[in-house]
């Protein structure tokens, strides 16, 4: 009899662990690596930096949308129109996304103002999109990402890993756009 108790605790606590979740996987409030919005989000900013990281170096396409004006900085609207329709052709981010960050283009142009041409312009010392002046592309395109919101339109995606030798967290807002994702802000602390 005693041996039946110890087989039947031991049976239990085999499949209790079985059954425990794994913490080695970032994962979506307690869902999978395999959900198909959470698959689908990584694959959206995951796809964009391998994507931006080749945009940013082409002077074709990444322009530059700054000019002289009055003794300082100032945004040439058609060249940032035309920055933007190069970036929207990356069919990775939404129009919120550039409403969004045109913005604060906007908030940095009014600090402009008050610099001199050759002081290094706010919001324009390090990648707004990398979020610094060097960064490690495999970060960036392999990190693993967890998700809040799958299964609705609006989700909070945080992508953590290690760039260089410390340990980094980059959080995205995207939306559900026609039945695909798309990123709405990444939050970038440059101002």
Not at 33 to 39: G, W
Request: with cysteine; aromatic share 10%.
């Amino acid at each position: 009899m005693k041996n039946l108790i110890l087989i039947c605790f031991l049976l239990t606590g085999i499949l209790a662990c079985n059954n425990a979740p794994s913490n080695s996987e970032p994962t979506d409030n307690g869902g999978s690596q395999d959900h198909p919005d959470l698959v689908a989000i990584n694959d959206v900013i995951h796809g964009f930096y391998a994507w931006y990281d080749v945009f940013q170096k082409d002077e074709t396409r990444n322009l530059n949308f700054t000019t002289e004006k009055g003794g300082h900085l100032a945004l040439d609207l058609p060249k940032l129109d035309q920055f933007y329709a190069n970036l929207r052709a990356s069919g990775f981010i939404s129009d919120e996304f550039i409403d969004n960050d045109r913005a604060v283009l906007k908030k940095c142009e009014t600090l402009w103002q008050n610099e001199e041409l050759g002081d290094v312009p706010s919001c324009l010392d390090a990648d707004r999109f990398f979020c610094a002046q060097d960064w490690d592309l495999e970060f960036w395109t392999k990190a693993p990402i967890a998700a809040d919101g799958l299964d609705t339109d609006r989700s909070t995606a945080t992508m953590s890993g290690t760039e260089g030798e410390s340990a980094r967290e980059q959080k995205f807002e995207l939306k559900k756009e026609n039945g695909k994702w798309l990123i709405t802000r990444i939050y970038c602390e440059l101002m």
